[in-house]
């Protein structure tokens, strides 16, 4: 049995679940009206995720920081696995099949937790000086960015690891890195643009890349009917038309945004943002919050350019303003491996917000069996 000390609710960060939990609720009303067998498997992913979020909030992890990198290590281990013993589906080669069971992971979602946390674990050893981190400091950053990043582009997951890319080196942005080399790093990008277009991306991702700045796809062009479809105050079932007749692609997943808007309107995409708009907000509060706590800090910062990543893109390649590729709706989007991801980061965060008077978590929390 666990017991908790009712200080923790002191010191317990009740702003992002009062955010979270809205968004998951509207989302599982909408997959409810498009398959009740989707929402029932969606219930199950949320008991996932809830276990995963207990089982991190519950973690002494201030005490097994230790362990941050042999967890890091592991992840890219089990990258590599994938290029050896990966599972392929359309196309891709991307999933790890656990033995005897038939069940298939994806390393570049455990990643994820295991990149924010390492980013984070590296800040607390070398906090950042006055004018931010310089060059021998960057480029040993650049390392632990660069390793998950090279390994996730060659299964190819071009979205996955431009996601950990940026958010990698957004996570050193927000906590301070000397602006020449950020001045010297986007004069390199520009300067090799083309050559990494030309030799660095597969044929299929330059194909996105020129329906993009020409005609847009047939997912957009559906995409944006719906959109215009919902109005103001959005469609009933009945008259949702590209949702309920299927002209909508993926409408549960990927383009849930359009199908959010068909339904509930304009009105509903400005609550949905907002949500979104204030959740990003709150964990920046916390970067500033707790600046002197570099791991908070480097954790907080870690999540909120993840959401911000995913909502961007997301909802910009919903209207036909970036290239279609498979980055879901946090919290929000059906499927599990998102979603219990971002529960464990969640967790984390949570934790080290709830127990960040370390010396108290034997007196706060207790377990009896």
């Not at 281990?77 to 994938?82: D, P, Q």
Request: charged fraction near 15%.
């Amino acid at each position: 049995m666990i017991l908790l000390d009712r200080r923790l609710w002191s010191h317990f960060d009740f702003i992002s679940p009062c955010l979270i939990i809205p968004i998951i609720v509207l989302s599982h009303m909408l997959i409810s009206d498009s398959s009740d067998f989707l929402a029932s498997k969606q219930l199950v992913y949320f008991g996932f995720g809830a276990v995963a979020f207990l089982a991190f909030f519950l973690l002494p992890l201030r005490r097994l920081e230790w362990l941050i990198p042999l967890f890091f290590w592991f992840c890219v281990a089990l990258l590599l696995g994938v290029e050896f013993f990966g599972v392929s589906k359309l196309g891709a080669k991307r999933w790890l099949e656990i033995p005897f069971v038939h069940f298939t992971i994806q390393p570049s979602e455990i990643m994820k937790p295991a990149f924010i946390m390492m980013i984070a674990y590296l800040i607390k050893k070398r906090p950042p000086g006055p004018d931010g981190y310089g060059v021998k400091s960057f480029v040993k950053f650049s390392f632990y960015i660069m390793v998950p990043f090279a390994l996730i582009l060659k299964e190819p997951d071009l979205g996955s690891a431009l996601i950990l890319l940026i958010s990698g080196y957004g996570i050193l942005f927000l906590v301070g890195v000397d602006k020449r080399i950020w001045i010297t790093l986007a004069a390199i990008i520009a300067i090799t643009a083309p050559v990494l277009y030309d030799y660095g991306l597969r044929d299929y991702q330059k194909k996105r890349i020129a329906d993009f700045l020409g005609e847009p796809s047939y997912q957009v062009r559906q995409s944006v009917i719906a959109i215009g479809n919902g109005g103001l105050w959005g469609k009933s079932e009945d008259e949702a038309t590209q949702s309920k007749f299927k002209f909508l692609p993926i409408s549960t997943s990927d383009f849930i945004f359009a199908y959010t808007i068909e339904r509930h309107g304009f009105v509903g995409a400005l609550v949905l943002l907002g949500l979104y708009g204030a959740l990003i907000a709150h964990f920046l509060s916390l970067v500033w919050r707790f600046r002197r706590d570099h791991f908070a800090s480097g954790v907080s910062a870690g999540i909120a350019m993840l959401i911000f990543i995913y909502v961007s893109v997301n909802v910009l390649m919903t209207i036909g303003f970036a290239p279609v590729v498979g980055v879901p709706l946090p919290f929000y989007s059906y499927g599990g491996s998102s979603f219990i991801t971002f529960m464990c980061l969640f967790g984390i965060m949570q934790n080290l917000i709830t127990f960040r008077y370390d010396p108290e978590y034997n007196k706060l929390l207790k377990i009896k069996f």
